[in-house]
């Protein structure tokens, strides 16, 4: 074989080693939740970076991207697939590209790291963590942000690892992950050097691993002792409903009196244990709530009845000028007597789900799913005061953008509730 062939096969085997890689991070995260595969399974992949031409390494973030993306987030095909009436093709196509565009900063982070390891010979355990946290942070913030499939989300069944999360967010988490898998790397690596220059030094490898391993230990015990803490002096008893509503039925007015009657009676039997507070999921109700004058007076009624605070999710109808309105997807708590304590309007909605963004540009694409019409955005970060506390709410795809949340809890909130319907999704 000629010396071009070998070229070609080894950065073909570089590109096959990175894809592994990347796939074996996706068995971390759910529905396989193997999440001590996230402290290792990066290992190939880093090692590709160390010594290798920018070129490599810039194709083997691509590929590591797409099998850890796609591992990932394949499931987001259904809703286009089922309710956007997309061919199944045409839908993993979207998803694939979707993943592609999200592997660019992978590539991203794969090519700075490469760039400074090789040229500075500093370990890969001083480099990669906050890089691959910058491109973290980039992805959830361009445009509009997309901050799915972070590292730290892998770790989401152990409690202890991710208390420090209330200090340094999501981000260190991931910072964290990186830096374990980094150290393995770069214990290979110093053998590998010292073969080459047997005095090679050690010393920068032995003080990035031990502040990385440092900082774990930290996070660890900080976890426990805060897990051992006693938030306030009472807990709250919270029944969450159910309704397992196809999403395509919800709208169809042959169901909405039955979608209605089923989380009716769904929260009489929730309210035999005497909950503090009943959560209803994302848009549950089948009508505008406050423009449909009867079915929401029949939910008034009924939360008289009932005697216990409803924290529910609806569309509605919000006036302007002119005789004309704007769609939201809200949050709105009623207490016992049927009032309307408060209600939140969803901040951050789902791009070509819930709204197309930049219509007057991309006025040839339509939304990806059916829904009531276009969505317009809120303002306002929402405390909702209740007799067992105060509480921040999050619609669904809000929850993973780390920026959003902490500004509710500036305003004082003591914990939070989240909605969602994840009927769009098969579940």
């Known amino acids: ?30 529905k396989y939740d193997f999440f001590f595969l996230a402290w290792f399974s990066m290992v190939p992949f880093l090692w590709v970076l160390t010594e290798h031409s920018e070129k490599t390494v810039f194709k083997a973030g691509i590929v590591f991207g797409l099998g850890f993306f796609f591992g990932t987030q394949y499931w987001i095909y259904h809703s286009i697939n089922h309710y956007g009436h997309l061919h199944f093709t045409v839908s993993i196509l979207i998803v694939f590209l979707l993943c592609l565009y999200e592997s660019l900063y992978v590539a991203i982070f794969a090519l700075f790291t490469n760039l400074v390891v090789r040229r ?5 355990v001083l480099i990669a963590p906050a890089l691959w946290v910058c491109t973290e942070y980039l992805r959830g913030i361009v445009i509009t942000g997309f901050p799915w499939s972070f590292l730290a989300h892998s770790q989401y069944k152990l409690l202890p690892f991710i208390q420090i999360a209330d200090i340094s967010g999501a981000y260190g988490i991931s910072f964290l992950i990186v830096g374990l898998n980094s150290i393995i790397v770069d214990f290979l690596l110093l053998r590998k050097r010292r073969k080459k220059i047997p005095l090679y030094p050690a010393f920068p490898t032995y003080v990035g691993s031990l502040m990385v391993v440092l900082l774990t ?13 006693q938030a306030s002096d009472h807990s709250i008893k919270v029944s969450v409903i159910q309704g397992n509503i196809e999403q395509d039925k919800k709208w169809d007015p042959d169901y909405q009196n039955s979608v209605f009657e089923t989380y009716l009676n769904l929260t009489r039997s929730a309210s035999n244990v005497s909950p503090d507070l009943i959560v209803w999921p994302e848009t549950a109700v089948p009508f505008f709530f406050g423009t449909d004058r009867e079915l929401t007076d029949r939910l008034i009624a009924f939360q008289r009845e009932n005697r216990i605070p409803l924290f529910l999710g609806s569309v509605m109808v919000r006036p302007l000028a002119a005789r004309k309105y704007r769609l939201t997807n809200s949050a709105i708590l009623l207490d016992k007597d049927g009032n309307t304590i408060g209600s939140y309007d969803k901040i951050h909605l789902v791009p070509f789900g819930e709204y197309v963004p930049l219509r007057n540009i991309l006025f040839f694409i339509d939304k990806m799913v059916e829904g009531v019409g276009d969505y ?5 970060h929402t405390i909702f005061k209740a007799p067992f506390g105060n509480f921040a709410p999050a619609i669904c795809y809000e929850l993973v953008f780390p920026s959003l949340i902490r500004s509710f809890f500036l305003k004082g909130g003591n914990f939070l509730v989240t909605i969602t319907n994840d009927a769009w999704f098969g579940a």
């Open 1 to 30: 074989m000629s010396s071009f062939g070998k070229k070609q096969a080894s950065s073909f085997s570089y590109l096959i080693i990175s894809l592994f890689s990347g796939l074996s991070l996706s068995f971390a995260f759910p």
């Open 120 to 124: 500075s010979k500093l370990p890969v």
């Open 376 to 380: 317009v955005s809120g303002s306002e």
């Open 217 to 229: 230990a930290f996070s660890l015990f900080y976890g426990y002792i805060r897990m051992g803490d």
